[in-house]
Nanobody, 120 residues
Framework: VQLQASGGGLVQPGGSLRLSCAVPGSIFSIMAMNWYRQAPGKQRELVASITGGGSTNYADSVNGRFTISRDNAKNTVYLQMNSLKPGDTAVYYC???????????????WGQGTLVTVSS
């Protein structure tokens, strides 16, 4: 089971992008939803999280510029990225903690990644 992330691309510094991550309907219960990123040569880092109740958390480096949101009816999580900087260049991954009927417990599911390049 893989999540479908989309919305990446090339953007100039100061620009905006909106990432989306669709969760398959086979995952019928979702708790936390997260966005991670991995820049070339660096470890994957947590960018933003949103709980089932809507509480959010952000990495210091993106706080005030990025906004995570979720649409529970559409099983989708979004990442609105504003005031983008070259340092935001990375592959962005979504991850959710979800439950399928065949799962015994909540499990982490990942998207395939979408590349964001911030460059003039």
């Amino acid at each position: 089971v893989q999540l479908q992330a989309s919305g990446g691309g090339l953007v100039q510094p100061g620009g905006s992008l909106r990432l989306s991550c669709a969760v398959p309907g086979s995952i019928f219960s979702i708790m936390a939803m997260n966005w991670y990123r991995q820049a070339p040569g660096k470890q994957r880092e947590l960018v933003a999280s949103i709980t089932g109740g809507g509480s959010t958390n952000y990495a210091d480096s993106v706080n005030g510029r990025f906004t995570i949101s979720r649409d529970n009816a559409k099983n989708t999580v979004y990442l609105q990225m504003n005031s983008l900087k070259p340092g935001d260049t990375a592959v962005y991954y979504c991850k959710i903690m979800g439950l399928r009927s065949e799962d015994s417990y909540y499990t982490d599911y990942w998207g395939q990644g979408t590349l964001v390049t911030v460059s003039s």
